[in-house]
């Protein structure tokens, strides 16, 4: 087990090996960690580290906005986590209710890197196969700007000037007349002050396309999350209902991450709201007064990372949640 991503309290760790691997089989853990590695490399996010004298073994790995290496971590990294009993008893919930897609999510890398990533994915698959939406038809790419990013957005992880905005992640509101500290926000420097922020091991639920309006199913108890809220209440909505326990907004590093899986294994691109799916509010990041939000763009030929006003509600925004762990 790597030190350098691992820690946890021996007391709170469940040390059941039968019901640890009966929820991996349950998640068939291994073939979609193993399945989630081989996105990131050939992605080409991920780096070989050499062999050191304090890591005899060569890694795969990313460095992160900081200039510091962070090992990817592995398959028995995740069951380390998963062995907390806290920890299991949520996932075996969100597995019943749903959450049965493993992501691997390089939190630390610089989101310019990222950009350029799924810029590069974008264009080799239009052209090696072609770019589908989830009905199958054929989705056309302006391979001339290939992605539309908000201009904040490019050193919003890792500001160069003081006039750069920073990117508050797990904000607990969206009061634009409060303080970050008053929302709760952190930025990606603070949070990587404990390493294992480092990589973000979620599930999500296996939906390319969101929910519309009273087509959410029940599940468990739990209804998937339907359109037409504003960031703000999908905000509170996870915060305080219990069918929504454990669950967050994705990242913009876990929204990419996801975008690239579904380009990598299936040459699908998801969140296509002029088709069958739906614009993904990326729910608790707030920048410059506003929510950040992913979509496909079928009048512009490409996806968008964009912005929404946080109290604004629109038919066609909806909420991609994921449980961390």
Partial sequence: MSERFSRHQIEDRDDNPESLESLAETLRLKEQYLAQVKVLYQSGI?????????????????????GQEYPLPSYEDILDRLSN???????????????????????????????????????????????????????????????????????????????????????????RHQTKEDRGGKYKSELLQDPQNAWTISLIEDLPDLPAESE???????????????????????????????????????????????????????????????????VGNYLSGRAPLFYWSRVHCKPSLDWENYDDRNIYNGCRPAVRF
Avoid: C, M
Wanted: proline content about 6%; charged content about 30%.
């Fill in 85 to 175: 009993s806290e920890t299991k008893e949520l996932i075996e919930k969100k597995i019943s209710q749903g959450f049965v897609k493993l992501q691997l999510t390089p939190f630390a890398l610089p989101l310019s890197v990222l950009i350029q990533r799924y810029k590069d994915v974008l264009l080799k698959t239009n052209r090696e196969s072609g770019i589908k939406a989830t009905n199958g038809e054929t989705l056309e790419l302006n391979e001339d700007d290939p992605l539309d990013v908000w201009d904040k957005f490019i050193q919003a992880d890792n500001p160069q000037t003081p006039e750069d905005k920073q990117l508050e992640y797990h904000i607990q509101t969206y009061d």
């Fill in 216 to 282: 959410g199913q029940i599940i468990s108890n739990r209804k998937q999350i339907e359109v037409d809220k504003s960031p703000q209440d999908y905000l509170k909505l996870l915060q305080t209902q219990k069918e929504y326990q454990g669950e967050t907004g994705q990242t913009p590093e876990e929204a990419f991450t996801t975008y690239l899986t579904y380009l990598q294994q299936e040459q699908i691109a998801i969140d296509d709201y002029k088709g069958q799916g739906k614009v993904n509010l990326l």
């Fill in 46 to 66: 991920l780096e070989n580290f050499p062999a050191t004298k304090e890591h005899p073994t060569p890694e795969l790995g990313i460095v992160g906005i900081d």
